[in-house]
């Protein structure tokens, strides 16, 4: 018992120097990413690459003084940057990066993960109202807006794998895929669905990662040229910092989560050599995609946004759903 | 402890846009009455740089003055200067040479592909999109560079003279603006097919902040705005000044009065403007870049002189009232973006606020030129 407990704690140690690792590496990424897009060199005077800029950058955040603007609620202030770090990192305890790499295992992974996704709005509402400012509260409005309308097709899309694979244990998802490419769960050529529908699912799946973790195209509630910097606009120092690293944390777990329902987990295309680099690899392809998008699109309205969600998403992935049920009982 | 804030269904609040705001470009301040997130009423604030520049017109001699012009929309430099000059010029009777005329005419159209260049990226930067902002600027570093080898300055220029210029353009400066045209050209290939055929792009702009004829009649806009609106009025082609009649140009005029249409002029001027700087170097012809003979000191005869010249903002009007001394007596300048923008108040009313923005962003405001 004592042992299984000592395991856990290690596994969540790391998942927690996982999450924060790749936060502030992504960080990096993307401004190496983006000044490669722009033609320019990006950050490259701190060591080899610039890779020592993320831990600077947290050294001079953590230098700073946190300000508190005055007529703030403070205790919500305070609360809404470390509720937008938590949850990330709580998210990461369940995500099984092979067979064995699993902090703790669960067979409701799928609804955890989402019950923790869920909590990350929360933060944006509370930042936004305890800031006492007309930007933050306008942009807290139309981030729960948007995340509330987007968890719905979300939702519904990642009932249908599980539905498909049968079980809503991660790893059991991942199992079911894990032959060849084309039982992957977006070609299921081969596999117990051949449901021809599913790489539109991936591609409404991943459009929602996309507009839960607030990035571009979707990133409204921190649309710089309209609301400042949203909801974080009265933060500074390390809660600027936090809220930053929670959001690329979520990047991370949004791409987990697509490369698990999917792209076949740790499996390889070929069904060979399967193990975490395959999981890696997917995973930081999918993150370079999102760093790629970002840097390329202009940001859309929050009423195309929201028509997109309710009139064309949400429609299609139930209509998705449908079909797989039917599928389903047919073979 | 706080009060919470109630708000009633149809209450409204105010909300300051500015002074310091990421998507006013400068000083502007725009009070929103915001119902939601939409505009019930919207007051511009100017003022926040206001430097005088007319009363220093009444101050200061003739020469003395050239200097402010270009401190005044300080990315299209060139355009204000050249009013100032052909005004002076008209006004005293000096005779400019033909080669003179040339090269003021490649210079101003080429720091108005310079201007537009800026503005089109940091019109996309309000959309949201920052990459093509990167890349205007890169072009527009080509253009800096021919003129900064010039004029010796690479944003506010003194470079045009009462009769002339300063300095004589060189051969490393026609051979990079031939080099430049053709490259300008594949940029705009490319920023149409990154930009203007992007699906969110048009959907953010197309029907959006609708101008009708009159409306743009009625506040006096000029330039893209008015353009973009159906007006084929454009300075060069309407009243024709300096050497402008030589020129094979067509003015961009677009019917559908929204954003997208004032986008579209702004990029149509930009290959217009390079086919006049293509033709100047063609005809360039030689000779001195001064006059043989021009006062020692200028002093208009007494009267009442306009010169309007199209400026990459529009239309920029100056008016000089001389008493015969070496100073003005009047000076009235009549920067575009003032009329321009006074549009926004009316017709930024039932917006949500990232259309407004976007649209204040197709008006091309450079506050200092607003508030002179």
Same mark, same amino acid.
């Given at each position: 018992?004592?042992?299984?407990?000592?395991?856990?704690?290690?596994?969540?140690?790391?998942?927690?120097?996982?999450?924060?690792?790749?936060?502030?590496?992504?960080? %990096?990424a993307?401004?190496?990413?983006?000044?490669?897009i722009?033609?320019?060199?990006?950050?490259?005077i701190?060591?080899?690459? +610039?890779l020592?800029?993320?831990?600077?950058d947290?050294?001079?955040?953590?230098a700073?003084?946190?300000t508190?603007?005055?007529g703030a609620?403070r205790?919500m202030?305070?609360?809404a940057p470390?509720?937008?770090?938590? =949850? $990330?990192?709580m998210s990461?305890?369940?995500?099984? /990066?092979?067979?064995?790499?699993?902090?703790?295992?669960?067979?409701?992974?799928?609804?955890?993960?989402?019950?923790?996704?869920?909590?990350?709005?929360?933060?944006?509402?509370?930042?936004?109202?305890?800031?006492r400012?007309k930007?933050?509260m &306008?942009?807290?409005?139309?981030?729960?807006?948007?995340?509330?309308?987007y968890?719905?097709p979300?939702?519904?899309?990642?009932?249908?794998? *599980?539905?498909?694979?049968?079980?809503? #244990?991660?790893?059991?998802?991942?199992?079911?895929?894990?032959?060849?490419?084309?039982?992957?769960?977006?070609?299921p050529l081969?596999?117990?669905?051949?449901?021809?529908?599913?790489?539109?699912?991936?591609?409404?799946?991943f459009?929602?990662?996309?507009?839960?973790?607030n990035?571009? =195209?979707?990133?409204?509630?921190?649309?710089?040229s309209?609301?400042?910097?949203?909801?974080?606009?009265?933060?500074?120092?390390?809660?600027?910092?936090?809220f930053?690293?929670?959001?690329?944390?979520?990047?991370?777990?949004?791409s987990?989560?697509?490369?698990?329902? /999917?792209?076949?987990?740790?499996?390889?295309?070929?069904?060979?050599?399967?193990?975490? %680099?395959?999981?890696?690899l997917?995973?930081?392809l999918?993150?370079?995609?999102?760093?790629?998008?970002?840097?390329?699109?202009?940001?859309?309205?929050i009423?195309?946004?929201l028509?997109?969600? %309710?009139?064309?998403?949400?429609?299609?992935?139930?209509f998705?759903?449908?079909?797989? $049920?039917?599928?389903l009982?047919?073979? | 402890?706080n009060?919470?804030?109630?708000?009633?269904?149809?209450?409204?609040?105010?909300l300051?846009v500015?002074?310091?705001?990421?998507?006013?470009?400068?000083?502007?301040?725009?009070?929103?009455?915001?119902?939601?997130?939409?505009?019930v009423?919207?007051?511009?604030?100017?003022g926040?740089?206001?430097?005088?520049?007319?009363?220093?017109?009444?101050?200061k001699?003739?020469?003395q003055?050239?200097?402010?012009?270009?401190? &005044?929309?300080?990315?299209?430099?060139?355009g204000?200067?050249?009013? @100032?000059?052909?005004?002076?010029?008209?006004?005293s009777?000096?005779?400019v040479?033909?080669?003179?005329?040339?090269i003021?005419?490649?210079?101003v159209e080429?720091?108005?592909?310079?201007s537009?260049?800026? %503005?089109?990226?940091a019109?996309?930067?309000?959309?949201g999109?920052?990459? =093509?902002?990167?890349?205007?600027?890169? #072009?527009r570093?080509?253009?800096l560079?021919?003129?900064?080898?010039?004029?010796?300055s690479?944003?506010t220029?003194?470079?045009?003279?009462?009769?002339?210029?300063?300095?004589?353009?060189?051969?490393?400066?026609?051979?990079?603006?031939?080099?430049?045209?053709?490259?300008?050209?594949?940029s705009?290939?490319?920023? @149409?097919?990154?930009?203007?055929?992007?699906?969110?792009?048009r959907?953010?702009?197309e029907g959006?902040?609708p101008?009708?004829?009159?409306?743009?009649?009625?506040?006096?806009?000029?330039?893209?705005?008015?353009? +973009?609106s159906?007006?084929?009025?454009?300075?060069?082609?309407?009243?024709?000044?300096s050497?402008?009649?030589e020129?094979? /140009?067509?003015v961009? *005029?677009?019917?559908?009065?929204?954003s997208?249409?004032r986008y579209?002029?702004?990029m149509?001027e930009?290959?217009?403007?390079?086919?006049i700087?293509?033709?100047g170097?063609?005809?360039?012809?030689?000779g001195?870049?001064?006059?043989?003979?021009k006062?020692?000191?200028?002093k208009?005869?007494?009267?009442?002189?306009?010169q309007?010249?199209?400026?990459?903002?529009?239309?920029?009007?100056?008016r000089?009232?001389?008493?015969?001394?070496k100073?003005?007596?009047?000076l009235?300048?009549?920067?575009?973006?003032?009329?321009?923008?006074?549009?926004?108040?009316?017709?930024?009313?039932?917006?949500?606020?990232?259309?407004?923005?976007?649209f204040?962003?197709?008006?091309?405001?450079?506050?200092?030129?607003?508030d002179?």
């Amino acid at each position: 018992m004592r042992l299984t407990l000592l395991n856990v704690i290690i596994a969540v140690v790391l998942a927690i120097a996982f999450a924060a690792v790749n936060a502030a590496y992504l960080v %990096w990424a993307e401004r190496r990413g983006a000044a490669r897009i722009q033609r320019r060199p990006g950050p490259n005077i701190n060591g080899p690459f +610039g890779l020592l800029q993320p831990p600077l950058d947290g050294i001079k955040l953590m230098a700073k003084q946190l300000t508190i603007p005055g007529g703030a609620d403070r205790i919500m202030f305070i609360i809404a940057p470390v509720l937008a770090m938590f =949850p $990330a990192i709580m998210s990461f305890v369940t995500i099984p /990066f092979s067979d064995s790499i699993v902090a703790k295992n669960m067979n409701v992974g799928v609804l955890m993960i989402f019950a923790f996704a869920s909590m990350g709005s929360m933060s944006l509402l509370i930042a936004g109202w305890s800031s006492r400012n007309k930007y933050s509260m &306008m942009s807290s409005v139309r981030a729960v807006s948007q995340a509330v309308a987007y968890e719905i097709p979300m939702l519904i899309t990642a009932i249908t794998v *599980v539905m498909i694979a049968g079980s809503a #244990d991660l790893t059991e998802i991942v199992h079911q895929q894990s032959k060849s490419i084309l039982h992957w769960n977006i070609f299921p050529l081969l596999g117990n669905s051949h449901n021809i529908l599913m790489p539109f699912s991936f591609l409404i799946f991943f459009m929602c990662t996309l507009a839960e973790t607030n990035r571009a =195209p979707f990133d409204l509630g921190e649309a710089e040229s309209e609301l400042v910097a949203g909801f974080h606009t009265e933060y500074g120092s390390m809660g600027f910092g936090l809220f930053f690293m929670g959001e690329y944390a979520n990047i991370v777990i949004g791409s987990c989560m697509t490369t698990i329902l /999917f792209l076949g987990g740790w499996g390889c295309p070929f069904g060979l050599f399967p193990g975490v %680099w395959w999981f890696i690899l997917k995973l930081y392809l999918l993150i370079a995609t999102f760093i790629w998008i970002r840097w390329t699109f202009p940001r859309t309205t929050i009423y195309g946004l929201l028509n997109l969600c %309710w009139k064309i998403l949400i429609p299609l992935s139930l209509f998705n759903l449908l079909f797989t $049920a039917g599928l389903l009982k047919v073979f | 402890m706080n009060s919470p804030i109630l708000l009633q269904p149809d209450e409204t609040f105010i909300l300051n846009v500015g002074p310091q705001h990421p998507a006013t470009h400068g000083v502007l301040r725009v009070k929103m009455e915001m119902h939601g997130e939409y505009i019930v009423n919207a007051e511009t604030v100017i003022g926040y740089i206001h430097r005088m520049h007319e009363k220093m017109g009444e101050l200061k001699t003739y020469p003395q003055f050239l200097m402010n012009l270009s401190r &005044m929309d300080y990315l299209g430099a060139l355009g204000y200067s050249h009013g @100032h000059v052909l005004l002076v010029e008209k006004a005293s009777g000096i005779v400019v040479p033909e080669r003179a005329e040339y090269i003021r005419a490649i210079m101003v159209e080429l720091n108005r592909i310079a201007s537009h260049l800026f %503005w089109f990226g940091a019109f996309v930067m309000d959309l949201g999109g920052f990459s =093509p902002l990167m890349y205007a600027l890169q #072009d527009r570093e080509h253009i800096l560079d021919m003129l900064e080898a010039v004029t010796g300055s690479r944003l506010t220029y003194c470079y045009f003279r009462f009769g002339g210029l300063y300095n004589d353009v060189d051969d490393d400066f026609i051979a990079a603006a031939r080099r430049f045209i053709p490259r300008m050209r594949k940029s705009m290939k490319k920023y @149409h097919r990154l930009v203007t055929g992007n699906i969110i792009f048009r959907k953010r702009l197309e029907g959006i902040a609708p101008l009708s004829k009159e409306m743009c009649r009625k506040y006096g806009a000029s330039s893209a705005v008015a353009r +973009g609106s159906g007006i084929n009025f454009d300075v060069r082609k309407n009243e024709p000044y300096s050497v402008y009649p030589e020129f094979d /140009f067509d003015v961009p *005029v677009y019917h559908e009065c929204d954003s997208l249409a004032r986008y579209m002029v702004r990029m149509d001027e930009i290959e217009q403007s390079l086919r006049i700087v293509e033709q100047g170097l063609d005809k360039l012809p030689g000779g001195p870049i001064m006059p043989d003979k021009k006062p020692k000191l200028i002093k208009p005869p007494a009267g009442d002189y306009y010169q309007a010249v199209e400026t990459a903002r529009g239309s920029f009007g100056i008016r000089l009232v001389s008493d015969g001394g070496k100073n003005p007596y009047r000076l009235k300048l009549r920067s575009p973006t003032y009329s321009n923008m006074h549009l926004f108040d009316e017709a930024c009313r039932g917006m949500m606020i990232m259309d407004a923005l976007a649209f204040m962003g197709s008006l091309d405001l450079v506050i200092p030129e607003i508030d002179r």
